[in-house]
Protein backbone atom coordinates (compact mmCIF):
# COMPACT_ATOMS: atom_id res chain seq x y z
CA UNK A 1 0.00 0.00 0.00
CA UNK A 2 1.73 3.20 -1.26
CA UNK A 3 -0.46 5.58 0.92
CA UNK A 4 0.26 3.58 4.02
CA UNK A 5 4.16 3.56 3.30
CA UNK A 6 3.71 7.20 2.90
CA UNK A 7 1.89 7.73 6.23
CA UNK A 8 4.16 5.75 7.77
CA UNK A 9 7.00 8.19 6.61
CA UNK A 10 5.81 11.11 7.22
CA UNK A 11 4.99 10.27 10.52
CA UNK A 12 8.88 8.84 11.34
CA UNK A 13 9.53 12.73 10.39
CA UNK A 14 8.00 13.34 13.62
CA UNK A 15 10.16 12.03 16.13
CA UNK A 16 10.50 13.30 19.60
CA UNK A 17 8.64 12.01 22.71
CA UNK A 18 4.74 13.47 21.81
CA UNK A 19 3.22 12.71 18.36
CA UNK A 20 4.59 15.60 16.56
CA UNK A 21 3.94 18.30 14.13
CA UNK A 22 2.53 15.84 11.74
CA UNK A 23 0.09 14.31 13.84
CA UNK A 24 -0.70 17.75 15.16
CA UNK A 25 -1.53 18.80 11.55
CA UNK A 26 -3.68 16.04 11.03
CA UNK A 27 -5.79 16.59 14.11
CA UNK A 28 -5.96 20.13 13.36
CA UNK A 29 -7.18 19.46 9.57
CA UNK A 30 -10.05 16.78 11.07
CA UNK A 31 -11.55 19.50 13.44
CA UNK A 32 -11.63 21.86 10.65
CA UNK A 33 -13.06 19.70 8.18
CA UNK A 34 -15.90 18.45 11.11
CA UNK A 35 -16.78 22.26 11.74
CA UNK A 36 -17.13 23.29 7.81
CA UNK A 37 -18.84 19.84 7.38
CA UNK A 38 -21.35 20.90 10.27
CA UNK A 39 -21.05 24.42 8.90
CA UNK A 40 -22.62 23.38 5.50
CA UNK A 41 -25.45 21.13 7.34
CA UNK A 42 -26.95 23.38 9.42
CA UNK A 43 -26.73 26.12 7.08
CA UNK A 44 -28.44 23.82 4.64
CA UNK A 45 -31.55 22.89 7.21
CA UNK A 46 -32.31 26.83 8.17
CA UNK A 47 -34.18 27.02 5.56
Known amino acids: MHTN ?3 IQLAAISNGSGPGMFLRWIVIA ?4 VV ?11 D
Open 5 to 7: DTL
Open 30 to 33: AIVG
Open 36 to 46: LMAWLLLRGYR
